[in-house]
């Protein structure tokens, strides 16, 4: 019998359902990432020192390394990632729908994102906080100057609310400009049409590096709130929490004790220090008790490094950001950053 | 008597005054039949000779057209740079595909256009051409998704550009022309419920923007799947025009459906033709050819809508384009980018509404001929 | 015997049998639905109901006529949104219209060049999506002029820049107030008046028509309540300060932008309508008008506009539907209109399916409205038949 028209349509109708990727089972995310052999990981599409490509296309920064670092802990090595770039309204929707395994996107950890969207933040990797950027020539010294200027700012972002309640409370009259996405707010503010950019600090640096001119913009010193980013993992999966967390503290705690991509199997090997031991794998297995095997530390420091030598690597004052330590020192150093004991 | 045998014969035809030819005569009668119609080509041309030979300088004459990013900085925007064009193009053409496998969406786009272009004469539709299109739809597929026959697999997040248009609107109108059918027969049913339900959805569906409904497909969808399940972002996208189109084809084809002559259901139940074959076999036929100028249309406008795709950040031409413009190096050039990717939107859209026009002039003389041979 | 209800064997037996069926399909479908839903919306401990809609938002909007700040609610946020919707698609269909009008009449002029222009116009308008528009005239609008601390003055006290357009406007006092509630009755005088005169016309057959006297009265009332209120005449003239241009009124290039892409992408399509509207007036009619005695004037206002209008005013809903739809792309280019401020409320509380039912509900009650309205229109002007 010939092939009518409707049976053809829902023959190539099913050829397509067939080439879209099959459904993936979400479900106890760690047995979920075992048997696809990757961790997915939401990341921004362009945030540079926290997660942008380079110019091979491969990704590098912060969040990157958080993510590479969970991958060589989990899989045994850093480079199992897939990299998932999400803007700021796809980000929790995301990680909700179980398309990322870890949203690792310089997202500021709020009380309600932790408590009504289903998602739940593992730690801080960068203490960071809200500041302006406004061009060089407008002489502006101060935030309180800016009365009557136009701020861009982006839409569903802490920032919108922080700069709200800035303005209101030192009784500051300005008029504010909401994009969607970040690509619009850049190219509204370098253009001219706003006056100042309103973000964090490190994204305030690092849309700088994005101009062809970054001398012409200045970053004011008022620091507006508190913006502590880190990653965050869906609510209700608690082993795969407490992995992406000790990951993470695994990092900062590498870099108390003195391990660095260069000295880690020296120190593995030749080590005294029993805490040094544990946390490479000589010692007590802490790994089985987060599920993994008792290398998950070593693997992280060999392969990613510790928190400090990501820190220079992506956001220190070698690269184009050129951001201070500042508050992300060790606790010890006079910083924020204290990793519990990994034992 | 005299008086009556002078007077002119009314009867007689009488000559029309000469339309004078030449292009003297047609200047008169077009550019300056009036006073209004003197002054308004006095000023329209005025306008013309200053813009006309600044505009082509800008576009043409003085223009860069190496990718050479220092020239077209020393031109302060005194003329164009389609260097930018030259740069760009490959990722305003094909997004963020891998750049070395980027021809194979080439292939794959330039197959559609060929099969567009082969099944444009009416000649051609015959009962091979169904079948013909869902291997084409499936070699697309194969090409632009690889995984099979020696080619990469590329993920669908990566998949962009003008290919990713041509992607979005054959699914979208292919898809829609089944559920917009169904649609149509229900709404002009007798029965009460499956009017009402068919009516509803039309009226809802047409009553909101497109980007509505894609923003639905972005935060809705993924609710309404059971646990466990998800559909990739593209084809959640592609579901979205698809029950967009639905809608609007499904008035299309009611047109069709109406503009039938009720003789011919008739004609089918005295020929002792059930509902579902005289659907079938008699009026669906008929009513489809009547409507394909409309289906063309449907297909333009489904291929302008595709842009809006980009506010849901998936890259295709308009969103491959604002990424390009992303470069800090080449964000000032942007008339330059939006000229490119206007010209071709313009292109293939005028070439289809040629096409549509051609189309129903050459279907009005095909459709009276058998009233014409019965007489 | 009387069939059962439910038979297969009789047409209406049938008919009962398939709407049962179909009534159960999609009662199962969206009770499968509604179920997925509530399973993903408690594991993903998003919040449900409109409550919300109470709680303060904590976002500013930028502009609109609707002032609102961080701390009003959720629901001003919406009707804030709604308002700037609606601004923009008055103006919008409006302008489109006129614009539309012109070209429309410019196609079908004898004037070659004219003609020419308008056909480009329309050609090339209509096959460039309306995205990619916007798009060019909000870069236009923020790239090409000057700053804001700098703008240029088209005007004495209007000024253009990329903060936008601004123009100074009347301070509210009570002439004001007084001139605006003076303006219904001075219409409804007016039309009292118009009604007259043609009542004794039609009655007696002479008399003056009394358009122009029934105009003047229209004005005349609310000139006099200002006059009345203390003709008051000060304006808040827009200043150039450091970083803007403040005071007076203020459209956003956003809102410029979208209101000339729209106006200008729908006029092409406007321009279409009225052309065919015009050309499906037989030429008949203008020559029987002609052989009537009417005068070219007459003849179109009497004979060709209510003919032209019948064929036009159908489309020409349609048209405004789809203007009134396509200010939804205000979110591409960051104007605050109704779905752009709900895809923030989305992204604050992660509310999707009520902020979601909230814009549908919106644009099919404006959907309605327009419908009915133009409905009514169409039923004045459409052909009786004898």
Redesign the interface.
């Known amino acids: 019998m010939a092939l009518t028209r409707r049976t053809t349509v829902s023959l190539a109708l099913a050829l397509a359902a067939c080439a879209f990727p099959a459904t993936a089972l979400a479900g106890k995310t760690l047995d979920a990432v075992k048997q696809r052999g990757e961790v997915v990981c939401g990341v921004n599409t362009s945030a540079p020192g926290f997660s942008a490509t380079d110019s091979q296309g491969r990704w590098k920064g912060l969040d990157v390394d958080v993510c590479r670092a969970v991958a060589a802990a989990v899989l045994g090595s850093a480079e199992k990632v897939k990299f998932v770039p999400l803007n700021s309204q796809q980000r929790f929707a995301a990680l909700q729908a179980g398309e990322i395994d870890i949203l690792s996107r310089n997202t500021t950890w709020t009380l309600t994102r932790d408590a009504s969207l289903g998602i739940v933040f593992t730690g801080i990797d960068y203490f960071d906080g809200q500041g302006f950027m406004v061009p060089r020539k407008l002489k502006v010294e101060s935030a309180r100057k800016l009365g009557g200027a136009t701020v861009c700012v982006q839409a569903g972002t802490t920032s919108e609310k922080n700069v709200a309640d800035y303005f209101l409370a030192n009784g500051i009259k300005y008029k504010s400009v909401v994009f969607d996405t970040a690509e619009a707010i850049q190219s509204a503010f370098f253009s001219g049409r706003c006056q100042a950019y309103t973000t964090d600090m490190s994204d305030l640096a690092g849309a700088r590096t994005k101009t062809s001119k970054p001398e012409d913009y200045v970053i004011l010193p008022e620091v507006i709130s508190k913006e502590p980013l880190g990653p965050s993992v869906r609510r209700g999966d608690d082993e795969w929490f407490a992995i992406v967390k000790w990951t993470l503290y695994a990092m900062i705690e590498a870099e108390e004790d003195g391990i660095t991509q260069a000295n880690a199997d020296q120190q593995k090997a030749e080590s005294k220090d029993p805490g040094v031991q544990r946390l490479l794998g000589g010692g007590e297995d802490t790994g089985k008790l987060l599920g993994l095997d008792k290398d998950w530390a070593y693997r992280i420091a060999k392969q990613v490094g510790n928190y400090g030598e990501s820190f220079e690597a992506n956001l220190g004052p070698k690269t184009p950001l050129g951001l201070p330590r500042g508050a992300n020192r060790l606790w010890s150093k006079g910083g924020l950053l204290y990793a519990p004991p990994v034992r | 008597m005299e008086a009556i045998a002078a007077r002119p014969d009314p009867a007689a035809a009488r000559e029309p005054p000469p339309a004078a030819p030449g292009p003297a005569a047609w200047v008169r009668?077009?550019?300056f039949?009036?006073v209004p119609?003197a002054l308004?080509?006095l000023l329209?041309?005025a306008a013309?000779v200053r813009v006309l030979p600044a505009a082509v300088r800008w576009l043409f004459t003085g223009a860069v057209w190496a990718p050479d990013y220092e020239a077209c900085r020393r031109l302060e925007y005194h003329a164009a740079c389609w260097g930018f064009v030259a740069e760009k193009h490959r990722l305003v053409l094909f997004g963020r595909y891998p750049f070395a496998e980027q021809w194979r969406p080439l292939v794959a786009t330039l197959l559609v256009v060929a099969a567009l272009a082969a099944s444009a004469h009416p000649r051609s539709w015959r009962?091979w051409l169904?079948?013909a299109?869902?291997v084409v739809?499936?070699a697309f597929?194969?090409l632009v998704?690889g995984g099979a026959l020696g080619l990469t697999y590329v993920?669908?997040?990566l998949w962009g550009g003008l290919p990713l248009t041509v992607l979005l609107t054959l699914?979208g109108v292919?898809?829609s022309?089944?559920i917009g059918?169904v649609l149509a027969l229900g709404r002009r049913s007798?029965?009460?419920?499956?009017r009402g339900?068919a009516s509803l959805y039309i009226e809802?569906v047409r009553?909101?923007?497109?980007?509505?409904v894609l923003?639905?497909a972005?935060?809705?969808f993924?609710?309404?799947?059971?646990?466990?399940?998800?559909?990739?972002?593209?084809?959640r996208i592609a579901l979205a025009i698809t029950l967009f189109q639905a809608a609007y084809m499904a008035e299309v084809v009611r047109g069709g459906l109406q503009a039938l002559p009720k003789g011919q259901l008739e004609a089918a139940a005295s020929l002792g033709l059930s509902w579902w074959q005289a659907q079938r076999r008699v009026v669906l036929p008929q009513a489809l050819v009547l409507v394909i100028p409309s289906f063309v249309n449907s297909l333009l406008s489904t291929f302008?809508?595709t842009?809006?795709v980009?506010?849901v950040?998936m890259y295709d031409l308009?969103g491959a384009l604002?990424?390009a413009?992303?470069d800090?190096?080449w964000?000032?050039f942007?008339?330059e980018g939006?000229l490119f990717?206007?010209a071709v939107?313009?292109a293939c859209?005028?070439a289809m509404?040629r096409y549509s026009h051609w189309l129903e002039k050459r279907l009005g003389r095909w459709a009276r001929r058998p009233e014409a041979s019965a007489a | 015997m009387k069939a059962p209800l439910l038979s297969w064997s009789t047409r209406s037996g049938r008919a009962r049998l398939y709407q049962a069926a179909l009534l159960a399909a999609i009662a199962l479908a969206a009770a499968l639905l509604w179920r997925n839903t509530r399973q993903n919306l408690t594991a993903r401990q998003i919040r449900t109901g409109f409550g919300f809609l109470g709680q303060p938002a904590g976002f500013d909007i930028g502009e609109g006529l609707v002032r609102y700040g961080p701390t009003d609610t959720y629901l001003l946020a919406f009707a804030a949104g709604i308002a700037n919707t609606l601004r923009v698609a008055v103006a919008g269909i409006v302008l489109a219209t006129v614009l539309g009008t012109l070209v429309g009449l410019g196609r079908l002029s004898r004037n070659a060049l004219v003609r020419w222009l308008c056909t480009g116009y329309v050609e090339l308008l209509r096959n460039v999506p309306l995205i990619i528009q916007l798009f060019a005239w909000y870069l236009v609008a923020t790239e090409i002029l000057p700053e804001a601390s700098s703008p240029i003055a088209l005007a004495p006290h209007v000024y253009l820049s990329k903060g936008g357009l601004q123009f100074p406007h009347p301070v509210w006092a009570r002439g004001w107030a007084w001139a605006l509630a003076a303006v219904p009755p001075g219409l409804a005088a007016a039309w009292v008046l118009a009604r007259w005169a043609r009542a004794r016309r039609e009655r007696t057959g002479r008399g003056p028509r009394l358009a122009w006297p029934a105009a003047l009265l229209a004005v005349a009332f609310p000139v006099a309540g200002w006059l009345a209120g203390g003709a008051p005449h000060a304006l808040e003239l827009p200043e150039v300060t450091r970083f803007n241009v403040s005071g007076g009124v203020s459209l956003t290039p956003e809102f410029l932008a979208l209101l000339v892409g729209l106006c200008t992408f729908t006029a092409a399509f406007i321009a279409e309508i009225v052309r065919s509207g015009v050309l499906a007036v037989p030429h008949g009619q203008t020559e029987a008008a002609a052989a009537l005695g009417l005068t070219p004037r007459q003849a179109t206002r009497l004979v060709l506009l209510p003919q032209a209008l019948r064929v036009i005013v159908p489309p020409l809903t349609s048209q405004f539907l789809n203007l009134t739809k396509n200010s939804s792309l205000a979110v591409a280019i960051g104007y605050p209109d109704l779905v752009s401020i709900a895809n923030t409320a989305i992204n604050q509380n992660g509310q999707a399916l009520e902020c979601i039912v909230v814009i549908m509900s919106v644009y099919l009650a404006i959907n309605l409205v327009t419908a009915l309205g133009m409905g009514w229109y169409n039923r004045r002007v459409a052909l009786v038949e004898g």
Do not use: E, H, K
């Open positions: 009668r077009n550019l039949s009036s119609s308004a080509t329209v041309g013309l009962r169904a079948p299109w869902a739809l499936a597929f194969l998704r993920d669908p997040g699914v292919s898809a022309i089944p059918i007798r029965l009460p419920v499956a339900a809802m009553g909101v923007p497109l980007i509505t923003f639905v972005s935060f809705v993924p609710l309404l799947l059971p646990q466990g399940l998800r559909l990739d972002p593209l084809a302008m809508d842009s809006l980009t506010v950040s308009t604002r990424l413009l992303g800090p190096q964000r000032n942007f008339i939006y990717v206007g939107y313009f859209c005028l509404s």
